[in-house]
């Protein structure tokens, strides 16, 4: 497939409702919307960095930046068969996973579209609907939260993520578990603590959680490691995951018993099938992570959530739980079975709506002709 040109969208959507985390509070989502134009076809990936590095390091304003003065450079005019090409083509890019990972997934679409293979058949994917839950932000006080879970059990969401920070963390946590007690319960500190503070959390080993996501700094290891040993409850890594080389010594030094995939993370789909294998391989429990994603994302995510070791529920929620407009014509809704299905449509399965993703659109830029 020779890449003939490609056009950038940098978005800003308004969320339904705003989500808070121990690195912010967010009213909006920013992405870039990639579209790779080749031979009478045309590839759509999403890089899912934000506005700011609370997160992360990277953000739409340095995707933007290494997209457009050192990555596109590198592909555009040039033949690219395989995400295994594209990421030999970039490799002297050191990091910035996000923005590479948003250009390999218009890869993907586009390899689907020449191929009339939907995603799901690229990666191998097992499953045509996938377990998912919802990821809740932090909310003004436990009783409100509760209303929040409530209402999304009402929509038929069976698992469900709290985000924690110091202060926010134990108390809200016992009020969920008391109120629901059989409910799949889950958190997620985004390295809020330190080893010190981490030990709070003993008081909520004993509420029967899923897995406590990413309490420490990404790049300790080794003290998730000893905060493993010291708690029944099994720890989750997200941040801490940036490639197969993180996981395998995550894995190796016990330092977590399951991994949060998300593909943006790892620099794309092909580094995220290849954390799955490797977690496969030693019995390590992964699922798929989310990043507010538009429909783009989601429907990447989904497809990659359907490899067969993907065995807790996604945070993969249906689009009205992000946004009112999304800038796919097609939406993803829940089905009675907190499931969503796995679009079969050819590459992603998703289309642009041009007038919704003009709306949003802060800025957009065409490369090559
Ligand atoms: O840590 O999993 C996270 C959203 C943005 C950045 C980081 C995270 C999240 C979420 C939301 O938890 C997951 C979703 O997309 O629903
Ligand atoms: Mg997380």
Not at 343 to 365: C, E, F, M, R, S
Request: glycine letters at 8%.
């Amino acid at each position: 497939m020779k890449i003939e040109k490609i056009k950038l969208n940098h978005l800003r959507m308004p969320l339904v409702s705003a989500f808070e985390t121990s690195f912010g509070r967010a009213t909006m989502r920013e992405s870039i919307i990639l579209q790779i134009y080749s031979e009478g076809l045309i590839g759509i990936g999403e890089c899912v960095a934000d506005h700011d590095p609370g997160y992360a390091y990277e953000t739409t304003g340095t995707a933007w930046h290494i997209l457009t003065d050192f990555l596109l450079p590198l592909i555009i005019e040039k033949r690219i068969n395989s995400p295994e090409e594209f990421q030999g083509m970039v490799a002297g890019v050191r990091g910035h996973l996000m923005a590479k990972a948003g250009l390999e997934m218009a890869i993907w679409d586009l390899l689907g579209k020449s191929n009339g293979k939907s995603l799901k058949e690229l990666l191998k994917g097992e499953r045509n609907k996938v377990q998912v839950g919802v990821s809740v932000g932090i909310q003004d006080s436990p009783q409100v939260l509760a209303n929040v879970v409530e209402g999304y059990l009402a929509k038929g969401y069976s698992r469900i993520k709290l985000k924690i920070k110091p202060g926010r963390d134990v108390k809200d946590t016992i009020f969920i578990r008391r109120k629901f007690p059989d409910l799949l319960l889950q958190v997620d500190a985004n390295s809020a603590y330190s080893p010190e503070t981490a030990q709070n959390l003993l008081e909520i080993d004993n509420c029967n959680l899923l897995m406590i996501e990413q309490p420490l700094f990404e790049d300790d290891l080794w003290e998730h490691h000893k905060l493993q040993k010291q708690f029944k409850t099994a720890i989750c890594l997200d941040e801490s995951i940036l490639s197969t080389h993180h996981a395998r010594a995550a894995i190796e030094m016990e330092a977590c018993r399951i991994i949060n995939i998300k593909a943006g993370r790892v620099g794309g789909l092909r580094e995220a099938i290849a954390v799955h294998n490797i977690c496969m391989e030693n019995g390590i429990k992964n699922w798929c992570g989310g990043m507010l994603e538009t429909g783009i994302g989601r429907a990447s995510n989904l497809a990659l959530a359907s490899l067969p070791n993907f065995c807790l529920p996604g945070d993969i929620s249906a689009s009205d739980r992000y946004y009112k407009q999304d800038i796919t014509n097609e939406s993803f809704s829940l089905n009675s079975d907190s499931t969503i299905n796995v679009p079969d449509g050819i590459g992603l399965g998703v289309t642009l709506n041009g007038k919704a993703l003009k709306n949003y659109t802060l800025k957009d830029a065409i490369y090559g002709k």
